[in-house]
């Protein structure tokens, strides 16, 4: 629940009418015309970016599709339609069984709850992961009430139309400006790693101690912690090339730390793979992921999205450029600064800034080729070079 925040108003919705997706106007929707909009509403659902809408979000999803007021409360009216529209062939759930503090307003946290209790989620994802295709398929199920594979308006709108709206715009999350007069390397030296290094020269091996790959990017979730390492595997197992995305919390280092250790096998693989080759070698160094790089909204992104990117320092009511961010620094799970190597005109060298991110005039918002900084010219003039050869 925590990969989305909703801000107090709600974003600006885009929806879509019937005659949107109704492309050949036939006043018959198949499920080709329906998947290509429901594919534009995956990544709004997948809040982190791994191609796989995991339970919490799934929940976030759905109570905020059953909000059709965007208040971001439950009443016991939308709970019953959303019930009886989404999931109307399952043994239904009381409302006052989630309304655990019974003031008549079900909240997030509550839903989210109630229903990790059932299993509705792992019946949306047909026992396994609920990807893309998985996705498009049982939405569609959920509109064509009458199964007969034709979704016609009055089936549309008793559901309503698609939306990409409640998630939280790039200026709802706000963080305090760190003064670069306090900010000091010491604990990136201490206990910091690259991230640039991590996905060029970590080796991955698997839970028998074989080299099964290699590291192709690092998934950052919208608070800035580490979602999950997205690694190339399967050459060992002659399988051929594998990406899978592994849970930041199931990577363990080696003990010489040159390498991580994934508890991906052969007979597991797939367990942790994505269903499209998003992650190629050239997308993961910088194509973006369809519907989501260019939209306002809170999500997840890839480290390498951000390495490569212009820094910007401000210059009175507007940003400069400043020079290009050339590394990330991660501690303590997450990541904690941006290492940018300024243009000539600022000196040469590596200068290690704080990282901000989704936040109101300044920082990185995902899909963004700009990182802007909240210092100008002569606070970043201070600053010390980094040097990368104190890592300990």
Known sequence: MALILVAGAPALAQTWTYSDIDQDNNLELSSAEFGVFSRELFPYWDADADLVIDEDEFYVGVY??????DDEILTDVEYTEGWSTWFGDYEPIGYSDLDLDADAELVADEFATGLGQTELYDTWGAGGDLGEEQFVTVL???????????????????????????YATTDTLEAEVVSLNDWTYDDL??????????????EVYG????????????????????????????GFWDIGDTHVSVPYDEVAMTELGDGIILPVTEETV???????????????????????DDAEVVRGWRAS??????ARIRDGDVYGNYGYISDLLLHDGQVAAVVVQPNAGYGGGYRAYPYYGYDAGYGFDAGSPYYDMPYDEREVGELDEFDYDRFE
């Open 64 to 69: 905020d599709a059953w909000d059709v007021d």
């Open 140 to 166: 569609y199920d959920v509109y064509d009430a009458d199964d007969d594979l034709v979704v016609t308006q009055a089936e549309y709108e008793m559901v309503g139309e698609f939306w990409t709206a409640d």
């Open 189 to 202: 030296y201490a206990e910091g790693f690259s991230a640039e290094d991590f996905i060029d020269e970590m």
């Open 207 to 234: 839970i028998n101690g074989e080299e099964i790959g290699e590291v192709e990017d690092i998934i950052i979730g919208p608070d800035g912690r580490i979602v999950a390492i997205v690694a190339e595997v399967g």
């Open 270 to 292: 797939d367990d942790y793979g994505f269903e499209q080759e998003v992650f190629s070698a050239v997308a993961a160094a910088g194509e973006g992921i369809s519907g989501v």
């Open 305 to 310: 999205e951000l390495i490569g990117d212009y």
